[in-house]
């Protein structure tokens, strides 16, 4: 039963373009939710997070938006650049301070030079 | 600081021997989790310590899969005996105490091959 769902294995873009990533989640008890980069050979990455008492957080050319309602989550890098080819999984945390994280399938991102 | 340290980066077995994966966490850091990446799932939760202590092993697929944490600085990630259907990344991580609101730090991750 995956409560975090990335629906697109892949997304290709060219530079310069916008990127928009997705997540949906089934627990409306998740109050927390994460993205994380990874590239080849590597551990994951912190990128960018967001509680669920907003609807936006924004972080350089990162910005991630929730719709609480949708239980959806995205993430949207503009401009793309080419060192954002990674792998992109986001993460929720079911409750308050367990330190639990539940990550989805992950999209895996090509920005084209 | 040297970040998550995982043992070995690479594992080949075969299948019924056993296996056994190691992990440094961050010095300081209260919380250790085990996950495993599949193409299929993504990354599973496996298990996760706090202050040394497993507080959840409700991922661990079945019984040939056992964690130990004995002190802080270590703990291992056991399969006996293994099976090919065992073969995926083994990520490590570890967080401070609000660890979900910084996100975690992770190992490179130990590739296992069983053949």
């Known amino acids: 039963d995956q409560q975090v769902k990335q629906n697109s294995p892949s997304l290709s873009v060219q530079e310069g373009r916008i990127s928009i990533l997705n997540c949906d989640y089934t627990n409306s008890m998740f109050d927390y939710f994460l993205w994380y980069k990874k590239y080849p050979a590597e551990g994951p990455t912190f990128l960018i997070s967001?509680?669920?008492?907003?609807d936006k957080n924004e972080d350089g050319r990162f910005t991630v938006f929730l719709n609480k309602s949708a239980k959806h989550l995205s993430l949207h890098i503009v401009p793309s650049q080419p060192g954002d080819s990674a792998v992109y999984f986001c993460?929720?945390?079911?409750?308050?301070?367990?330190?639990?994280?539940?990550f989805g399938q992950g999209t895996t991102l090509q920005v084209k030079p | 600081d040297a970040g998550v340290i995982q043992s070995p980066r690479h594992e080949v077995t075969e299948m019924g021997q056993e296996v056994t994966l190691r992990c440094k966490p961050i010095s300081g850091h209260d919380y250790l989790f085990w996950y495993r990446q599949t193409m299929m799932r993504g990354l599973e939760l496996l298990i996760y310590f706090n202050n040394n202590v497993p507080i959840d092993d409700s991922g661990m697929p079945e019984d040939r899969f056992s964690a130990k944490m004995p002190n802080a600085s270590f703990s291992t990630l056991k399969i006996q005996p293994s099976e090919p259907r065992d073969s995926a990344v083994y990520f490590c991580?570890?967080?401070?105490?609000?660890?979900?609101?910084?996100?975690?730090?992770f190992g490179s991750g130990t590739r296992l091959t069983v053949v």
């Open positions: 993460a929720a945390s079911p409750s308050s301070n367990t330190g639990k994280l539940i």
């Open positions: 967001i509680s669920s008492i907003k």
């Open positions: 991580a570890s967080s401070p105490e609000t660890g979900y609101l910084h996100g975690y730090t």
